[in-house]
């Protein structure tokens, strides 16, 4: 009998959320857990979620003894998707819901669900991965929770390059996130224009898919990106495997990530470069402040590329050669997988000694 049963959009997306959920699902592989996956956003994923909600129930009549772990979707018409899977907790399961975004404060406050979203986390174990939601969560009674840290994907890790750039190379900054406008990649794209523009020898490189949001749809994000690509000095070189991703990031001088995406949580693209002991530029929003933490950054606080453009020079100029490998050290410790692991069993050792 399965004791542990996953509940999770399809894994096959490159993000960060499905990164974390498919090491989740790797490290409960001994348990023998029940995969309840569906696809989104057409008639097979709701004949997936009709099919998932039978295969719960079913579980239920044979055994209530069962633990419910909700990959929880980070949209309103997400949360509808996932209620099959919160109904349980009415049925006996016990509940895990991991939250990967922000906006579930603003699922909580929406006039529409806040009231049945409470009602159902309320009687959950909640996940979160930064301590800036600690607050407003138990602001909203919501007591039974636990701050699981993501992790830094991989061991071996060199982070004694200097932090400054070689005279006689263009300074690379690298994004390493998906292509969403309100993440800022189009300001640090226009900011990289202006510097070069005045003679400063910069180089951006892009990864990443390009993705609507609430600021600009799909097709203009497209468009937008083909704009800025066709600068000798912004490099697309599109969605890049692990061990790519490591050697571009090893290259790097700057990491920027001036978000203000609504979901944003705490970026594997920031953790990653603090574990690479890389200068970083952020925007000035809990999210980002909590996921650095004392890790030293640069942050912005408007949503405008002369800010960025500010930042980036302050870095440019730095002639100092400046040590990062103990806040590097420090960030492996904090982000290591080994950690993430520990955390992780241990929510779900304690529930299982419970239904024992």
């Known amino acids: 009998m399965n004791k542990i049963t996953i509940w999770s959009c399809d894994l096959s997306q490159q993000n960060g959320q499905n990164i974390v959920t498919r090491e989740v699902c790797e490290l409960l592989e001994p348990l023998r857990p029940k995969y309840l996956f569906y696809k989104s956003g057409s008639l097979r994923g709701v004949i997936n979620i009709i099919n998932n909600l039978c295969v719960l129930l079913t579980l239920n009549f044979k055994s209530k003894n069962n633990i419910v772990y909700v990959v929880a979707s980070r949209s309103k018409l997400g949360f509808l998707r996932d209620i099959p899977a919160y109904i349980c907790s009415l049925l006996g399961m016990k509940i895990v819901i991991h939250f990967h975004g922000s906006d579930v404060i603003k699922l909580i406050n929406s006039f529409l669900f806040g009231k049945l979203a409470l009602f159902f986390f309320k009687r959950a174990m909640v996940i979160v991965p930064s301590s800036h939601l600690i607050e407003p969560l138990l602001a909203h009674q919501i007591s039974n929770l636990c701050v699981i840290e993501n992790f830094c994907n991989f061991s071996k890790i060199t982070s004694e390059k200097s932090a400054v750039h070689d005279n006689d190379k263009s ?5 390493n996130s998906n292509i969403i ?8 794209a226009e900011a990289v224009l202006k510097l070069n523009l005045e003679g400063f020898a910069i180089k951006l490189i892009l990864s990443g898919l390009p993705i609507g949001d609430e600021l600009l749809n799909s097709q203009s994000t497209i468009e937008k990106l083909n704009d800025y690509a ?4 912004i490099d697309y070189i599109g969605r890049i495997n692990h061990e790519t991703m490591k050697i571009l990031l090893n290259r790097a001088n700057l990491v920027c990530l001036p978000s203000w995406y609504k979901s944003e949580c705490q970026p594997l693209s920031i953790i990653e470069a603090m574990c690479f002991g890389k200068r970083i530029i952020i925007s000035n929003t809990s999210a980002m402040l909590a996921t650095v933490n004392d890790y030293p950054s640069l942050i912005i606080s408007a949503f405008s590329s ?4 500010h930042q980036i020079m302050k870095v440019f100029n730095d002639e100092e050669i400046i040590s990062m490998q103990p806040h590097a050290d420090k960030a492996r410790e904090r982000f290591s997988k080994e950690l993430f ?6 929510v779900f050792n304690n529930l299982m000694s419970e239904i024992i």
């Open 181 to 188: 406008h309100s993440k800022g990649v189009f300001l640090l």
């Open 306 to 309: 002369d800010a960025l453009k």
């Open 230 to 233: 066709c600068h000798s000095c």
């Open 171 to 175: 300074f690379i900054i690298f994004w």
């Open 341 to 346: 692991h520990e955390r992780i069993l241990t």
